[in-house]
């Protein structure tokens, strides 16, 4: 068979442990036999990282601005103990947090579903996608821890000299707070990709806060999210049949839970972050989910949502074969394959994307699949199979799906 050409290359982001394994696998066995790959080659892997003082996930983020498509492995993120584990020279950011910086972007999760495994909420029959906020509030907080009697106060010192102050809270014994912000530039770049991505979906788009007791600070998500939607795009979601509209929080979750799915779910950061934990969880596993960040000016990062399966990889160095589940970090593939041969007019290589996610879905319905999945399993009794034999499994369905 003759391989399918590219012509942009994909930037590609190695990571770390489990994960790294499984990205050779996949590659070697469901990919390069198939596709002449391009990539321009990151090495994330937290060796590496610390070798270059952290300059390569710079580099690898500016060159996702420069070509516009990047795959990423998951990473560790290091703490104390990773700091003796492999001797470095400093507790590195999260590759993650320094990326979505770069890009300032908006990360969208979406349940990958399969027969055999039914959402917990019977009333599910589409997935629901997370849009999560990934800048500012309490990640970026600055918190303090109040050692007794006194006066907290919020304070602006303008840079013209005008100033706001106004008293939190006249303390009379030791508590705690907290001041968490974000920015208007970010909050539109946040609905501008929120809006974008509900249009190239055509689904609809649903937005929460908790505006009725966060008078300033929520409201002004929410003003920002309609002052966009009725200038930019109104017209297109009209057009396309598709809604967007506001709701409380806890409005939000109560209606979700009731919908059918099939609709776009927009939250700030926290509220993302929790909210994305919950609906994974409850549409099977994050090894089942697709992780994509888009940045106001179109461009993307696919990943997997989960770690780098740490305990299984020690498992693995022992020698032992593994049953980890590789489909968050096929569809990372899929998808920038997919994304690359949309913008590059290559429909081979898109086609091809399709087929990969068909591969494994086949696969995935007809029983074999890695352990984390086969006890979630309703109807059927499911083949336990190692991470190898799983992605061979795939690769024969991939090579009947392309003849
Ligand atoms: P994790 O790697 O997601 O794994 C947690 C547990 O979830 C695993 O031990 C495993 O459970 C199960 N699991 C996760 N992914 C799986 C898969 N693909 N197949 C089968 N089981 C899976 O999270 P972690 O252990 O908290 O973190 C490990 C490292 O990953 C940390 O260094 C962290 O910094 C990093 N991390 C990176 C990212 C990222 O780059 N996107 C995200 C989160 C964490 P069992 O052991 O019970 O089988
Ligand atoms: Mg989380």
């Known amino acids: 068979m003759k391989k399918i050409p590219m012509t942009t290359p994909l930037v590609e982001m190695d990571g770390d442990e489990m994960t790294r394994v499984i990205w050779k696998w996949i590659k070697e066995e469901l990919i390069c036999p198939f596709v002449e790959l391009k990539t321009e080659y990151y090495d994330l892997g937290l060796p590496h990282r610390d070798e270059t003082g952290d300059q390569v996930t710079i580099d690898a983020a500016n060159a996702n601005r420069k070509y516009g498509v990047s795959v990423k492995c998951a990473t560790i993120t290091p703490n104390g103990q990773r700091m003796s584990e492999y001797s470095l020279h400093q507790m590195w950011k999260s590759p993650n947090g320094t990326i979505r910086a770069i890009l300032d972007g908006t990360v969208f999760r979406t ?11 019977k009333n599910w029959k589409k997935p629901i996608t997370i849009a999560r906020h990934a800048f500012g509030d309490i990640y970026k907080a600055t918190e303090y821890c109040v050692p007794g009697k006194g ?108 919908s059918e799915g099939g609709f776009i779910w927009a939250c700030k950061n926290y509220d993302g972050d929790v909210m ?100 979630l399993c309703e109807g059927i009794t499911p083949t336990k199979v190692t991470t190898e034999e799983f992605i061979a499994a795939i690769r024969k369905n991939l090579e009947s799906v392309l003849a």
């Open 111 to 121: 349940p990958i579903q399969i027969d055999p495994v039914k959402p917990v909420v």
């Open 151 to 258: 006066r907290a106060e919020l304070v602006f010192t303008g840079e013209n000299g005008e100033s706001f102050r106004e008293t939190i809270y006249d303390f009379e014994g030791p508590g705690v707070i907290q001041g968490s912000f974000n920015k208007d530039s970010s909050i539109r770049s946040f609905a501008h990709a929120c809006f974008r991505y509900a249009l190239s979906l055509k689904q609809d788009l649903w937005f929460s806060a908790k505006d009725t007791i966060s008078k300033k600070y929520d409201h002004t998500f929410k003003d920002i999210f309609q002052e966009i939607y009725e200038k930019d795009y109104q017209a297109d979601f009209e057009k396309a049949g598709i809604t967007y509209f506001y709701t409380l929080i806890d409005d939000a979750v109560a209606r979700v839970v009731r």
């Open 276 to 375: 994305s934990d919950m609906l994974s969880t409850a549409f099977g596993s994050l090894a089942m989910m697709t992780s994509v960040l888009v940045s106001p000016d179109g461009k993307y990062e696919y990943e997997a949502a989960h770690g780098t399966v740490t305990r299984h990889y020690y498992r693995y160095l022992k020698g032992e074969k593994t049953s980890t589940n590789p489909v968050a970090t096929i569809f990372a593939w899929s998808g920038a394959l997919a994304k690359r041969g949309e913008l590059d007019g290559n429909r081979p290589l898109a086609d091809f994307a399709s087929a990969l996610e068909k591969a494994t879905l086949d696969t995935l319905n007809a029983g074999i699949m890695t352990g984390d999945l086969c006890g």
